[in-house]
């Protein structure tokens, strides 16, 4: 199987700053996408940052210039700084990534249970 968990949500005052963290685990041969989705309450989950699979980027436009998307490939890590934090950004921040696993022909999409993001006074 494979997992992705995720880590560093929290608390945050307005302007302030997070860094998230999206491990993948299991019997992994490949990851080709990967980024993170967000879903704040009472509204659709949504883009936020990803690399595709020939390793460019895609930002959400609310959030180019604030957040930073990276990856560790040796440690099947990808990461999201989030800079100057609003409000608006507050939601539950999932992972995503399109893995082939050992022994398979093909990739699936997984995706982590989620962090919360709270940016409040």
């Known amino acids: 199987q494979v997992q992705l968990v995720e880590s560093g949500g929290g608390l945050v005052q307005p302007g302030g700053s997070l860094r998230l963290s999206c491990a993948a685990s299991?019997?992994?041969?490949?990851?080709?996408?990967s980024g993170w989705y967000r879903q704040a309450s009472g509204k659709q989950r949504e883009l936020v940052a990803a690399?595709?699979?020939?390793?460019?980027?895609n930002y959400a436009d609310s959030v180019k210039g604030r957040f930073i998307i990276s990856r560790d490939n040796a440690k099947n890590t990808v990461y999201l700084q989030m800079n100057s934090l609003k409000p608006e950004d507050t939601a539950v921040y999932y992972c995503?990534?399109?893995?082939?696993?050992?022994?398979?022909?093909?990739?699936?999409?997984?995706w982590g249970k989620g962090t919360l993001v709270t940016v409040s006074s």
């Open positions: 690399f595709t699979s020939d390793g460019n980027t």
């Open positions: 299991g019997m992994i041969f490949k990851i080709y996408g």
């Open positions: 995503t990534a399109d893995i082939q696993r050992t022994g398979y022909a093909h990739a699936m999409s997984y």
